[in-house]
Antibody
Framework: EVQLVESGGGLVQPGGSLRLSCAAS????????MHWVRQAPGKGLVWVSR????????SYADSVKGRFTISRDNAKNTLYLQMNSLRAEDTAVYYC????????????????WGQGTMVTVSS | DIQMTQSPSSLSASVGDRVTITCRAS??????LNWYQQKPGKAPKLLIY???SLQSGVPSRFSGSGSGTDFTLTISSLQPEDFATYYC????????????FGPGTKVDIK
C-alpha cells in the first residue's frame, strides 16, 4: 500500500525547534518530488516547502524561509522538515504530500498525503 | 505572488443537486490548477489536476474546467459523501516556485 506517515509533532515553546519526519512506503520514494503543507486549526491549506527527487533543489514559502529546512534521505525513504525559531503562527497540522507522476508531475498535483502531525507553538 | 480566490466560501445543497465552485487566479496560470477535497479531520484528496483531468478513482460526477484565470469545479449530482471542503491550488508560479491554495469552499447539507 502506498503510504506516507508523519511523526515528530508536539508542543514547543516560541523560539524552539522541532523536526518532522515523513516515512514513505509502497512506492519508490527516490523517484518523487515531495512537499510539506500545513493547516492551522480551523483554517485552510497553506503550502510550506518542496524538494526535488534527489534533494538538490528546494523552495519555501516566504513565511518560513530562513527558519525551516526541508530535506530527504532516500536510503531511509524519509522526508524531513527541520523547523527553527518557531512562532505561535506556525501552530498547525503539517502534512507531507507526494507529487504524482507523469502528467500530474507537470502540474505538481499532490496525489498521496500523510495523515498529518500536529505542531503547537505555545508557552 | 499569485493570489487565489474561491466563491462561494460556503454553500448549502441537497443530495442530487448540481454544484459549481469557482476559483480565480490573480494572473493567468494557464491550466496549472488542481482541486482537492477535504473532510473534517482527514487529509486532502486530489480530485482534478491540470484544470480538467480526473484523478484515477474519483467518481465521474466530478469535473473541472477553465484556463487562464477562471476555473470551475462541478459536481453533477451531489452525493452524501461529497459534503466536504474543496480547495483549488495553483502550481504555475515561476521560480521561486510557490504553490498557492485557494481559501476553500465548504459544501454542507441544506
Amino acid at each position: 500500500e502506498v503510504q506516507l506517515v508523519e511523526s515528530g509533532g508536539g508542543l514547543v515553546q516560541p523560539g524552539g525547534s522541532l523536526r518532522l519526519s515523513c516515512a514513505a512506503s509502497g512506492f519508490t520514494f527516490s523517484s518523487y518530488w515531495m512537499h510539506w503543507v500545513r493547516q492551522a486549526p480551523g483554517k485552510g491549506l497553506v503550502w510550506v516547502s518542496r524538494i526535488n527527487s534527489d534533494g538538490s533543489s528546494t523552495s519555501y514559502a516566504d513565511s518560513v524561509k530562513g527558519r525551516f529546512t526541508i530535506s530527504r534521505d532516500n536510503a531511509k525513504n524519509t522526508l524531513y522538515l527541520q523547523m527553527n525559531s518557531l512562532r505561535a503562527e506556525d501552530t498547525a497540522v503539517y502534512y507531507c504530500a507526494r507529487v504524482g507522476d507523469t502528467a500530474m508531475a507537470l502540474y505538481d498535483a499532490f496525489d498521496i498525503w500523510g495523515q498529518g502531525t500536529m505542531v503547537t507553538v505555545s508557552s | 505572488d499569485i493570489q487565489m480566490t474561491q466563491s462561494p466560501s460556503s454553500l448549502s445543497a441537497s443530495v442530487g443537486d448540481r454544484v459549481t465552485i469557482t476559483c480565480r487566479a490573480s494572473q493567468s496560470i494557464s491550466s496549472y490548477l488542481n482541486w482537492y477535497q477535504q473532510k473534517p479531520g482527514k487529509a486532502p484528496k486530489l480530485l482534478i489536476y491540470a484544470a480538467s483531468s480526473l484523478q484515477s478513482g474519483v467518481p465521474s460526477r466530478f469535473s473541472g474546467s477553465g484556463s487562464g484565470t477562471d476555473f470551475t469545479l462541478t459536481i453533477s449530482s451531489l452525493q452524501p459523501e461529497d459534503f466536504a471542503t474543496y480547495y483549488c491550488q495553483q502550481s504555475y508560479s515561476t521560480p521561486p516556485r510557490e504553490f498557492t491554495f485557494g481559501p476553500g469552499t465548504k459544501v454542507d447539507i441544506k
